[in-house]
């Protein structure tokens, strides 16, 4: 069962350059999230996504855009890359409105912007 | 606005020790308390998920309570383990989507 799968693993981009990030699930989730971590600031929600069709803006989406492309898939696009979103990306889902289902993490993309 | 803290930002243990960590949260109007481990270069893995009606959940050594009206959770760890190193975060759910609020997390080194 592989869970949250995250490509690319780890991503080097220099400022104004774009890219996509990739993120599907294989647990017939309803919902899915894109976060940031950063040291000191923790884990910050970019944009999420309630159910196939649906998205909607977290804490800090600036900079960002996101496509729920089916229920399994949700990218999160870089249109004109910064060094300020040089962090450590994460995939999230989870069955939300079923009581006790917790959140489902991928395992990451590094991404570092020059 | 919700804010989780988590004190101490890290804590070095010898092996077998008891050891619990703390978590409160400013708002007690929440749906959820979740536990997660993050091992290094790793994503969240979720520990143990407490609703906002119950006191306490258990899985093998770990614990954890919930005390809402104080605005305060604690992860007990028994016979702590070299294995058991990591960071652990807790996260306060407010029910709504998008709603999780994480804390900063504690980074356990227990040594053997």
């Known amino acids: 069962n592989a869970g949250v799968t995250q490509t690319p693993k780890f991503q080097v981009l220099k400022t104004g350059q774009s890219m996509t990030l990739q993120c599907a699930q294989d647990m017939n989730h309803n919902s899915m999230y894109w976060y940031r971590q950063d040291p000191g600031m923790g884990l910050r929600l970019i944009y999420y996504s309630a159910s196939e069709g649906t998205t909607d803006k977290g804490e800090v989406p600036n900079g960002y855009n996101v496509s729920r492309l089916n229920k399994r898939e949700f990218s999160l696009r870089l249109e004109s890359a910064a060094p300020s979103q040089t962090s450590v990306y994460f995939c999230?889902?989870?069955?939300?409105?079923?009581?006790?289902?917790?959140?489902?993490f991928g395992n990451g993309t590094r991404l570092t912007v020059t | 606005k919700q804010e989780v803290t988590q004190i101490p930002a890290a804590l070095s243990v010898p092996e077998g020790e008891n050891l619990v960590l703390n978590c409160s949260f400013t708002?007690?109007?929440?749906?959820?308390l979740q536990w997660f481990r993050q091992d290094p270069g790793k994503g969240l893995t979720s520990l143990l998920l407490?609703?906002?009606?119950?006191r306490e959940q258990t899985s093998g050594r770990l614990n954890a309570s919930l005390d809402k009206s104080s605005g305060r959770s604690t992860l007990y760890i028994a016979a702590s383990q070299p294995g058991d190193s990591a960071t652990y975060l807790c996260a306060v759910d407010g029910g709504s989507q998008g709603n999780l609020i994480f804390g900063k997390g504690t980074k356990l080194s227990v040594k053997p």
């Open positions: 708002d007690s109007a929440i749906y959820n």
């Open positions: 407490i609703q906002s009606s119950q």
């Open positions: 999230a889902s989870e069955l939300f409105g079923m009581v006790n289902s917790p959140l489902h």
